[in-house]
Structures are given as structure tokens and as C-alpha cells.
């Protein structure tokens, strides 16, 4: 490792005028001025735009409605059904038999690389919370929380590939937090947080 | 609005957030060069450039919303690209970094000159591309990109004293590859 002098650093740092060092110095300034002018001018060419190419993937229009229909009817959802005690025996006895007599012995219909995602947040004042992430791009809407009880917490439960994806909540469409209670948190390449979800294959 | 009538950053990024997806247009024409000419210098790859900067473009559109200061665009931009970048060396070595946009094969036309200007190009990227990618991201941030200390800071969120260092030391670096092949 060349030890530069240290009025050149100064010098290229904007801290020391150029007259104010030796010639022989002024000579390593302008040597390292000249190698960072060559690099900082790109071949003809290089730079080709690539406006049409961003701008092509962000007007790609988002799935239609047709579309997410369908997407919703074929992704599992949770059903609560709330009951009175008086039925509950007997209906614990039905969905019991339904089960059994309909569900395979592998239990729920899951592919092999499916497994079960929960997403839980407090959000007492929000109007709508969705989870956005590497599993759906990072695009808002494909996955709502609900808060069917209006206590402040919201839900969702959905099926996902296995693999682990980094998300964040969108709090009334404009909110961008991380899920603190996520199984890790990790930086995203805007200096703040993502969090980490698992999904494991299911039964596993 | 600036004295040209280009609209400036902040209100750019208000047209795109009030539903205005062409004005992003205008983001990418006032960036994309430095964004490019920063990524193939860390990459050494043009190909690997225009991949990593159009990626960062998507999700900074996409993610507009969470630019807290619209009016320090450009700094939020590099940060992007910056992570992008870093990504991708993660799955390199090093040893990988190409030098795609190395010099043609001699011209005869060519003027000795130039020759000479691209042999030293060459060492100069050679001398880059054995720098530890810090070190390599600090120089051309600070001496390609022209960027200030604090600047660079933001976008790479490391301490000012700790990217003073490694500018000088991938100074230190390049002056001895220059030396030793004056």
C-alpha cells in the first residue's frame, strides 16, 4: 500500500487549495483526479436508456378482477363461525364427522411446497392494514388483514409457497411498518426494516 | 419549478404519488445516468448495471410513498442501487467483476492517444476491481458520482470518518497500481 502524504488527501477532500502544497504533491493530485475522470466517463453506448424498459414494468396494469376472483376462491381462507353453547357439542360432532369422512388422511388440501401464513397486527385506529412483500412484490391489496371483532387487532391467514420472505404492513394505504413481532426483523435498502416470515411446509 | 421549467424532485414525486405514472418519466431521465455509471463501476458489468439500476427504479416507484424527503431524491436513489449493487456481489466473488467494457481491439484509426487513454482506463478499472467492494462504493461515490461526505453517508449509512478512510485507502490503492505501471 502506497502511504499518500496526507495535504493530498485534504487536497482531494476539498479541506487544502491545490496552491497550498509542492509541485511533486499537485502532480499525485492531478494523477488521481485524472484516473477517477476516466472512470467517471462511460464508453459510447453504455448508458443506453432504459426508461421504456422501467416504465413498461411499472404500467403493467395489476391483475383484473376476473383475476383476483379467481385467485381468491382457489387460496384457502380462514372461517370462523361463532356458535351458541347449546349447539356447540353437536356441532363439534358434525364438523368432526365431516372431517373425517371427507379429509384425506395427509389432512388439509396443501401442496407439498405450500405451507400456512398468519400475519398479526395492533392497529386500533387504522381503516386498513395489508401485508406487502417479497411474496406478492411488494404490491398493496392482494393481502387484507381484517379485524372482524373491531378490537384493534387484525388478521390474516393465507397460504403461501415455503420459503422465507421479508414484509412490511401498509397501514391505510399509506403507512409503511414493520411487524415487530415477526420471527426477525432484517434492513431493506431503504435504511429501515423488513420483517421475516417462515413458512414452513405444512404439518411440518 | 426550477429557472429551466423542469419540475423539481419533490414536485415530481407529488405528481407520481397523486397518480401521475408517466412523471416518473422524469425521474428516470435526471438519474439514470450517474445510477448507471455508478453501478457498472461496481459491477464492472454493463449488463449487471442495467439490471440493478432498472430493479431499483421499480421499487423505488413502488415504493415512492416512503420517501420521507422528496426534495434528497437523488440520495434516496443511489441507496437503492447501492443495496442492489451489494446484493449482487454477495452472490459473486470478486474474482467475477468483468471488465465488459474494456477497450475494443486496436483501430488502426485510432489515435495513439486514445490508445493510451484506454490502456489507462483499463488499469484503472483492474485497480478498482481488486478493491473490497466498501472501499470500492466509498471512491466512486465520492470521486465518480462527485457525491459529499454527507451525502455519502446518507446513502450508504455509514459514519463520515469511517468513509473518509476508505477513500483513502482505495486512493492509497490506485495510486500504487498507477506507480507501478508508470
Given amino acids: 500500500m502506497t502511504v499518500i502524504d496526507p495535504r493530498i488527501h485534504q487536497v482531494l477532500d476539498g479541506e487544502l487549495a491545490p496552491e497550498a502544497v509542492p509541485a511533486e504533491l499537485r502532480r499525485t493530485v492531478a494523477q488521481l483526479a485524472a484516473a477517477a475522470d476516466l472512470l467517471a466517463a462511460l464508453p459510447p453506448g453504455a448508458t443506453a436508456s432504459l426508461e421504456s424498459r422501467v416504465m413498461a414494468a411499472i404500467r403493467r396494469p395489476a391483475p383484473s378482477r376476473a383475476r383476483r376472483v379467481l385467485r381468491w376462491l382457489v387460496t384457502p381462507h380462514a372461517i370462523i363461525l361463532r356458535v351458541r353453547p347449546a349447539w356447540s357439542v353437536a356441532f363439534a360432532a358434525v364438523v368432526a364427522a365431516l372431517t373425517l369422512f371427507t379429509a384425506g388422511p395427509e389432512g388439509p388440501e396443501l401442496a407439498e411446497h405450500e405451507g400456512i401464513a398468519q400475519f398479526v397486527g395492533r392497529f386500533p385506529e387504522a381503516q386498513s392494514v395489508h401485508a406487502v412483500g417479497t411474496f406478492n412484490d411488494w404490491r398493496s391489496?392482494?393481502?387484507?388483514?381484517e379485524d372482524q371483532d373491531h378490537d384493534g387487532v387484525w388478521r390474516a391467514t393465507v397460504v403461501l409457497p415455503t420459503g422465507t420472505y421479508e414484509y412490511m404492513f401498509v397501514v391505510d394505504g399509506e403507512r409503511w411498518v414493520p411487524d415487530h413481532l415477526a420471527e426477525r426483523l432484517v434492513a431493506d435498502d431503504f435504511g429501515r426494516e423488513n420483517s421475516i416470515v417462515i413458512v414452513r411446509p405444512a404439518g411440518r | 419549478m426550477d429557472v429551466r421549467g423542469a419540475p423539481s424532485d419533490a414536485e415530481v414525486v407529488a405528481l407520481v404519488l397523486a397518480g401521475d405514472t408517466?412523471?416518473?418519466?422524469?425521474?428516470?431521465?435526471?438519474?439514470?445516468?450517474?445510477?448507471?455509471?455508478?453501478?457498472?463501476?461496481?459491477l464492472g458489468s454493463r449488463d449487471a448495471a442495467a439490471d440493478a439500476v432498472a430493479?431499483?427504479?421499480?421499487?423505488?416507484?413502488?415504493?415512492l410513498a416512503s420517501c420521507r424527503e422528496p426534495a434528497r431524491l437523488r440520495t434516496w436513489l443511489y441507496r437503492i442501487v447501492t443495496n442492489r449493487c451489494k446484493s449482487h456481489l454477495v452472490r459473486r466473488s470478486v474474482a467475477d467483476v468483468s471488465l465488459d467494457d474494456a477497450p475494443p481491439v486496436a483501430d488502426p484509426a485510432d489515435t495513439e492517444a486514445a490508445l493510451e487513454r484506454a490502456d489507462q482506463l483499463l488499469l484503472v478499472k483492474r485497480a478498482l476491481a481488486e478493491l473490497s467492494p466498501d472501499k470500492r462504493e466509498a471512491f466512486v461515490l465520492k470521486h465518480v458520482e462527485g457525491l459529499s461526505y454527507e451525502?455519502?453517508?446518507?446513502?450508504?449509512?455509514?459514519r463520515i470518518p469511517t468513509l473518509k478512510m476508505r477513500?483513502?485507502?482505495?486512493?492509497?490503492?490506485?495510486?500504487?497500481?498507477?506507480?507501478?505501471?508508470?
Avoid: P
Fill in chain 2, 151 to 158: 451525502e455519502m453517508a446518507a446513502v450508504t449509512g455509514e
Fill in chain 2, 55 to 63: 430493479e431499483s427504479f421499480v421499487r423505488a416507484y413502488r415504493h
Fill in chain 2, 22 to 42: 408517466e412523471a416518473f418519466g422524469f425521474v428516470i431521465r435526471r438519474y439514470e445516468a450517474g445510477l448507471l455509471r455508478f453501478a457498472t463501476r461496481m
Fill in chain 1, 141 to 145: 391489496g392482494s393481502i387484507a388483514l
Fill in chain 2, 167 to 182: 477513500v483513502h485507502r482505495a486512493r492509497e490503492a490506485l495510486l500504487k497500481v498507477l506507480e507501478d505501471h508508470a
